[in-house]
């Protein structure tokens, strides 16, 4: 096994991969293929990174031109009224293809033809969304089951290397259940490109989703559309710039002409396209975003060889201990035999991590469920207030939006519960494992959670594939749970509704002598409104519980597996180092100088991978 | 008794009533109200183009615009003797503040005073077209400012007092979940209901929704319709029409200069002319040589935006108007305002007794309940009667009922009885579907039919108990315009 000496101007992924490979084969050669399995699988996410770049914002602002302007092709349909209505997924392709995307585990695939997709994408009733509720889907197509995305395969430099672009629906009243859903999908990419046009300034609804944006995603950039067409962009542009910079964030502000840079793409016309701007929109997406993510992605692989190396290296100097000094070779192997009997230990299920792991599931998930119960109880609390003093004939309509509003924005909130405590105790077993881990082998460093293992076999839509966050609890909600939240809520938008209130003519044509009757109607539709309200809030607790409850034992299982191969990985390299260490009580001076010789080379080459894969780490 | 002179009536009572209470004022000013012109509010979000739309009603660029959030004071427009304007401060006396032109837009120098103490300004200004109405321009809602925001509120829907707007204009950019809001707290009174008899829908900035494409307004027209019929809006607004507030205000105020000026740049070859419409800033920045400096451009832009830019020089090249007087009807034709104007009068103007008496009953309700004292319960029980008896209440009560979708029945003939009370407009012909100009003899006949029509669908059992209550208010709507008719014989 050799080493090349790292040249440091090369892409992340590339010297990464360099490094992964170079482990890989350390592993073939020391024969330990369970540590390889580990690396293969930080090999595939790498010859396959995917960068999600969520493009978001207010209906009508421009979000299709512009990832039609970026690809240079016309992939989604554009038009002065009707709008988008789901998502796109745009990412590379050697051939131009498409396939309708169901939902399903996994998800089901369709191939449709690339100009048939408009039909799909653009709603069917160009009614607008008041209320945030989906249209109903055409006679034609209830036949079938309405398809939750569209992936588009297209050859394009900008998409290769992993980007995918996703073209989302008008959030239709940024505030709503529908933006709610927006933000739960915006913290699964990497990046969001939040779209608004240069006719105004950023709105109040703008200027908070912007905000918890912020929160939600490592990577906010706002995108002014149709400078061509606004004299005064350059006045709004510094205008928002400012309310950014109130606001208290760092959200830059690239201002674009998907005009200009379609024109400029069908002319080849280089000045047309420096004056569209996206030269700079495409930088940014090439430079910070997929830099950024590559440069983690890249990183965490690094780590990998790292913590291989380490467990390699360190059974090595076991056996060189041992070898060195006859004399100490006994105590070597009575070290590593009580070793063995810890380790044993770590992988049993009375170890404390496993015990951390399965009190700290069962504590979150009554916590979680909790939670939810009390946030909806409020809701509910909060709804009948409303009602007591109104007529529902009159505000059956607002109320309605309110609670698809709020009840989604409570169930994010319950969702971030879950994610941020679910993250602590990924940390908090990583701890107590290491600690284990630690006082029995010192010498023996553990890798925490692989993050990029386990995750690629799952292929569901925007957020599952890669993630951002470094943590093993992440793998397992974003593949189990984050990737579900959109589609759940949305599902709840479409598939739970609160129904019509029925109403007499009294309403409106009671004469005020008849308030006693008006009186008595009144409070029977509050009671029928209150049900209603109590109907749908069953509902959707019903269904979010049982979501965060399979997600929770989801992560139990994936955190539960990980730590034991790695207890199993520890194990097998203690036992090899056992097996060496009483060897070389046996072998004579001769063989002995021999094989430390050659261990101090092997040693030396280890070494000098994991220097370099600790360089790709530090980036 | 007509129903102006039924509300005169009762506010009198309440006036001896309550002489000597501090309401006295608030009772002298609903008076006068009524014989005021109709006042209109202009209400919508940020940077609808509220401001734009009034200077292209009014004919003259007297409100301020801008590309940032502008009007952040409440701002009433009335017709006067002088030129004047008044500052209302919360809390003191009004106060007279000096004011300067510029650029046409009025500048008013608010002398130390804090827009923030400032409830509303008053402008006096000898305009014809303010004679039929008071314009109110608000500030927008979804301002990032709550206060300038809440001002828009505090002004068409306040918290104790009646709303001082008889009817109100309302712009949609694009439809938006606020909007809808918003217009509903404007209508949540007890006469009202959700109501749009007092409410119009305008999809403004029309010129902006193709991005430049010189369809644009055609394709505002449609949304429009489509936004027209979109229940959600029905129950709010009588209907929604598009309006290029801009292509309106410039066409209005459109001076000799600026058509020689586009005409340099309609002169130009087809392909350079091009090119240089492609972008704000290539306008601005390239062909030095064409002889309009980059202000005379911006100023050009401002006043036309791209679309109008474009939508002249086109114009221009193909002929189809090249005089600044042929340009300025040709633009006033496609801004949407004659339409708006027309719309107007039919669902506002010819309804100014019913709006301003219902604007008075409101109020007078609201004082009775608020105020109480012996002797208001009778005012009270009046003003309920008027309420619920005369008939162009009636009228406007199951006009609402039909647009929440209360009254249903065939399609064509809920339409016809939307009409017949007057959906469409208040003069006798648009009940009917007659053309404007029908003769009395064709309008006659016409209203009988309409008359037996609806007698029979009122006594016929099978009609729904909703639909059977509103036909009856269409035959006294029927019988109504048959007297009219009669006594104009």
Redesign the interface.
Known sequence: MTVAPQSTNQNPITQAAAVVDLGLSACEAYGRDDLAGRLAAAKRSLTDPSVHIVVVG???Q?KSSLVNALVGAKVCPVD??VATALPTYLRHGDEPAAELIFEGDPPRREPVELKDIERWIVEDD???R???VVSAPATVREEQPRPAGVEVRLPRRLLAGGLVLVDTPGV??L??AHSTASLAASSMADALLFVTDA???????E?DFLAQARQMCPTVVCVQT????????R??RD?NQA?LTAAGTDIPIIPV?S??RS?AVAANDTD?NN?SGFPELISFIRDRVRGDATTRLASEAAAGVVAVAEQIISQFESEKAALADPAAAQQVVAQLTQVKERVEALKSAAARWSQTLSDGIADLTSDVEHDLKNRIREVIAEADRAMEDTDPA??W??MQ?WLESTVAGEMLANYTLLRDRATALSEQVGQHFQEASGEVLRQFPVFNPTPLAGSVDVDHNIDLEKMKVGKQAMVALKSAYGGAIMFVMIGLMTGITLGPIA?G?G???G???LRDEKKKQVAARQQQAKNAVRRYCDQVSFVMGKDSRDTLRRIQRELRDHYTALAEELNRSNAEALRSATEATKSTQAERDKRIKDLDAELTRLRQLKQRAEAVTAG | MNLLDRTRSVLDRARQLYRGTGHEPRLAEMGERLDEPLRVAIAGRVKAGKSTLLNALVADRLAPTDAGECTRIVTWYQDGHTYQVTAHPRGEQPRQLRFHRDAGAIEVDLNGLAPEKVTSLTVTWPSQALRTATLIDTPGIGSLSDQVAGRAFELLAPEDEETPADAVLYLLRHLHRNDLDFLRAFHDTEVSQPNPVNAIGILSRADEIGVGRLDSVASARRIATRMAADPNVRRVVQTVVPVAGLLAETAATLTESEVAQLRKVAELPVREAESLLLSADRFVQQMPELGLTSIEREALLARFGMYGVRLVISMMRHKVATTATELAAELTDRSGISDLREVLSSLFFERRDVLKSRSALLALDRLTRTEPRSGSEAVAAEVEEIIASAHPFRELQVLSAIRAGWVTGKPDVVAELERLIGGAGAATPLRLGLPADADDPTVAAAAGDALARWQRRAENPLTGHELAIAARVAIRSCEGMLAALQERR
């Open positions: 207010e209906f009508k421009g002065d009224d160009p009614t607008p008041t209320t945030g239709g009243g505030g709503s006719s105004q300034e950023l709105t109040r609804s200027l149709k400078t061509d067409f606004y004299p005064a962009w006045k709004v205008l309310h002409s005009t200009l024109r047309l004056e009159d505000t309509a607002e939006s109403l003519i309403v409106i044509m004469r005020k002598g």
